[in-house]
T-cell receptor, first 112, second 110 residues
Framework: KNQVEQSPQSLIILEGKNCTLQ??????????LRWYKQDTGRGPVSLTI?????NTKSNGRYTATLDADTKQSSLHITASQLSDSASYIC???????????FGTGTKLQVIP | KAGVTQTPRYLIKTRGQQVTLSCSPI?????VSWYQQTPGQGLQFLFE???????NKGNFPGRFSGRQFSNSRSEMNVSTLELGDSALYLC?????????FGPGTRLTVT
């Protein structure tokens, strides 16, 4: 069964600090992996998308890494800001006609 | 380009009633997917439509149905509402594998 597991479930960090969120998946075959940011009460917004052959992708202060051999991805946030407070969702798209698999997300709170 | 729009944004219904949610995709996007999001379950896939045809379906009961019109707008219907149907319902339109989500409709069933 295709699964995506994220850790930690929640995280509180001080403004200005860095943090790393983890995503492990068992989806196979693999097409791509996305990280989304979802503010409370709003729809998810795509941060990065990586295919099998890519191992890092940056979007401003957000850097995603992918290790397709160990089936792990991480999202690193540098110099966190209060506006980074949100849920971060890892989404894996399988190959073929299988359904997209979502992680349950990491809820990040950045405090002053 | 305007983003994905969903109406209504908030809805309160009572058990046993039915509800219809609407989604207008980004212009030019022909694929529309629907998701249910609850705090405990995260995002759960409901169904996907492409060119008015249901292309994929999640594991939800038959009370959940949808359709897509020739202009790619989509509707989702839930009949005989249950308390557990309270959730944020998200619609996403896709082009070239990239999904763009709408703001969602917050449904509360009392």
């Amino acid at each position: 069964k295709n699964q995506v597991e994220q850790s930690p479930q929640s995280l509180i960090i001080l403004e200005g600090k860095n943090c790393t969120l983890q995503c492990n998946y068992t989806v196979s075959p693999f097409s791509n992996l996305r990280w989304y940011k979802q503010d409370t009460g709003r729809g998810p917004v795509s941060l990065t998308i990586m295919t099998f052959s890519e191992n890092t992708k940056s979007n401003g202060r957000y850097t995603a890494t992918l290790d397709a051999d160990t089936k792990q991805s991480s999202l690193h946030i540098t110099a966190s800001q209060l506006s980074d407070s949100a849920s971060y969702i890892c989404v894996v798209t399988p190959g073929g006609y299988q359904k997209v698999t979502f992680g349950t997300g990491t809820k990040l709170q950045v405090i002053p | 380009k305007a983003g994905v729009t969903q109406t209504p944004r908030y809805l309160i219904k009572t058990r046993g009633q039915q509800v219809t949610l609407s989604c207008s995709p980004i212009s030019g996007h022909r694929s529309v997917s629907w998701y249910q999001q609850t705090p405990g379950q995260g995002l759960q896939f409901l169904f996907e439509y492409f060119s008015e045809t249901q292309r994929n379906k999640g594991n939800f009961p038959g009370r959940f149905s949808g359709r897509q019109f020739s202009n790619s707008r989509s509707e989702m219907n839930v009949s005989t509402l249950e308390l557990g149907d309270s959730a944020l319902y998200l619609c996403a339109s896709s082009l070239n594998g990239e999904q763009y989500f709408g703001p969602g409709t917050r449904l509360t069933v009392t």
